[in-house]
């Protein structure tokens, strides 16, 4: 059963069209949430932490929010540069390592 | 500059031969793991360790082998069992468990 799930696998959108994407989890005792953004052929680079409901982070274009199931990463005005993979990746209690979502991979165009 | 340092970039190996692959860090960070990615899979935990000299399995351990003799190096051996090895495989450190983890660039490991 997956504890991590992301949505959508991909998203297209066009230069300036906003949207979000989501990450829901399972697991008990969440004692973090995690995004990071993956370029092709490198690793994945931080972006934010999450740890409690109602919480939330900007950096740039971007801001992650947290619920008690689920976190969003709302992406305003994008460009083509923020094209890559988003990866979510929750810590919990019993949890020795983080697990990570699939990832969506996100395309904007000029 | 703090970082950690995967290498090779690129890696080929063939049947039958044992490779491994180098994970340096100088974050000064007690954790360290070994994530394995695939298309469409996400990153699955193959090793980890939280201190010097001590290492855990994670999901998929088989095929693989890990030490951690010094804080900052944790190599990763892909040995002959592992049937299936071509991967791109990352190495990252945290603090602790559950806090943000930093990751290495990575290496593509191909069976020739």
């Known amino acids: 059963e997956d504890q991590v799930t992301q949505s959508p696998e991909a998203l297209r959108l066009q230069e300036g069209e906003s949207s979000s994407l989501n990450c829901s989890y399972t697991?008990?005792?969440?004692?973090?949430l995690f995004w990071y953004r993956q370029d092709p052929g490198k690793g994945p680079e931080f972006l934010f932490t999450?740890?409690?409901a109602g919480e939330e982070k900007e950096k740039e274009r971007l801001k992650a929010t947290l619920t008690k199931k689920e976190s969003f990463l709302h992406i305003t005005a994008p460009k083509p540069e923020d094209s890559a993979t988003y990866l979510c990746?929750?810590?919990?209690?019993?949890?020795?390592?983080?697990?990570f979502g699939k990832g969506t991979t996100l395309s904007v165009s000029s | 500059d703090g970082g950690i340092t995967q290498s090779p970039k690129y890696l080929f190996r063939k049947e039958g031969q044992n490779v491994t692959l180098s994970c340096e860090q100088n974050?000064?960070?007690?954790?360290m793991y070994w994530y394995r990615q695939d298309p469409g899979q996400g990153l699955r935990l193959i090793y980890y360790?939280?201190?010097?000299?001590?290492?855990q399995k994670g999901d998929i351990a088989e095929g693989y082998s890990v030490s951690r003799e010094k804080k900052e190096s944790f190599p990763l051996t892909v040995t002959s069992a592992q049937k299936n090895p071509t991967a791109f495989y990352l190495c990252?450190?945290?603090?602790?468990?559950?806090?943000?983890?930093?990751f290495g660039q990575g290496t593509r490991l191909t069976v020739v």
């Open positions: 990252a450190s945290s603090i602790m468990r559950n806090t943000e983890a930093f």
């Open positions: 697991v008990s005792g969440l004692r973090g």
């Open positions: 999450l740890y409690s």
């Open positions: 990746a929750v810590g919990y209690q019993a949890g020795t390592a983080l697990i």
């Open positions: 974050l000064n960070h007690d954790a």
């Open positions: 360790s939280q201190i010097v000299n001590d290492f």
